[in-house]
């Protein structure tokens, strides 16, 4: 599951035992072609440099503190649900995420004007894996609910829309970006859900998955919106903590 395309594995193995690497606490994107600011291109240039690093650094670098994300976990999240008849909390455990060393940015626009930057990046996942363990308390019309179990959800053709801003700051005689907004829309061509332990009865389980399944969009159109505040914020630390590791000189002229 790890290393789906050869290819991936070849470049996470020739990072692995690449030369003892040098005091540098910073990315290195040498290989990579310098891109300018001043070029029409520049978005082209930088998406070259994303496509590049991502299957790259798939089983993270503790050095760059950039964590694995192939597969990306996450320990616990929960969050709370109100909405005409149904309200309660689900809380997730043992979440893993496979499909970002697959991502590929599609379009990228960069903008800088002094020390703001703006980048707009649309990328695509072929398919997204999502496994983890659930338990909700719900509430819906007299009805009281307790699910709890495990999940697989499997997503295909996600394509994703950031748009961020943030600045430009020098640290140690570099320039860093440290961005303040992150507003990301993902698209989803389909999605299968499955999971036990909905009803005490299997059988009940199965029927309401059918319904889940076939009605996937409307469910998602709902969730998608009431949980964004729990994730958004999630996707902005992530990012500026990796960018923290990432000094721009390395990928952009002065
Ligand atoms: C997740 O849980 C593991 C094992 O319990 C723990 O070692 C790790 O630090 C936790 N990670 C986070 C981000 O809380
Ligand atoms: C999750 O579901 C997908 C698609 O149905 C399947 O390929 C995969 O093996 C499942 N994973 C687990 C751990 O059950
Ligand atoms: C982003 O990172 C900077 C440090 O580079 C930090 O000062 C700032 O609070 C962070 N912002 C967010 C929204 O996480």
Not at 160 to 178: A, L
Request: hydrophobic share 35%; with cysteine; glycine share 6%.
């Amino acid at each position: 599951m790890k290393c789906i395309l050869g290819i991936l594995c070849l470049l996470a193995w020739r990072t692995a035992t690449a030369a003892p690497a040098t005091d540098t606490e910073y990315i290195s994107t040498d290989d990579f072609a310098k891109c300018s600011t001043e070029d029409e291109h520049v978005g082209d240039c930088i998406k070259d440099i994303i496509n590049g690093l991502i299957p790259r650094l798939q089983n993270g670098n503790p050095k760059l503190k950039i964590p694995p994300y192939e597969p990306f976990l996450l320990n616990r999240t929960s969050f709370r649900y109100e909405s005409g008849a149904v309200k309660g909390r689900i809380s997730v455990r043992n979440v893993k995420i496979y499909g970002f060393a697959l991502y590929r940015a599609k379009e990228v626009s960069l903008k800088i004007k002094g020390d703001k930057i703006k980048l707009r990046l649309v990328g695509e996942m072929p398919k997204m894996n999502i496994l983890g363990n659930y338990k909700a308390d719900m509430q819906v019309n007299q009805l009281q609910l307790k699910p709890k179990g495990d999940f697989n959800v499997t997503l295909f053709d996600v394509e994703i829309t950031t748009g961020t801003e943030g600045e430009i700051y020098r640290k140690d005689g570099k320039r860093f970006v440290r961005l303040d907004d992150i507003d990301s829309t993902p698209k989803i061509g389909d999605l299968t859900i499955k999971a036990n332990g909905i009803f005490p009865d299997p059988e009940l389980d199965q029927i309401a998955l059918n319904v889940a399944n076939q009605y996937w969009r409307d469910i998602y159109g709902i969730i998608l919106p009431e949980t964004r505040q729990y994730w958004q914020p999630l996707i902005l630390r992530m990012l500026n903590e990796s960018l923290q590791q990432i000094p721009i000189d390395q990928f952009l002229k002065e």
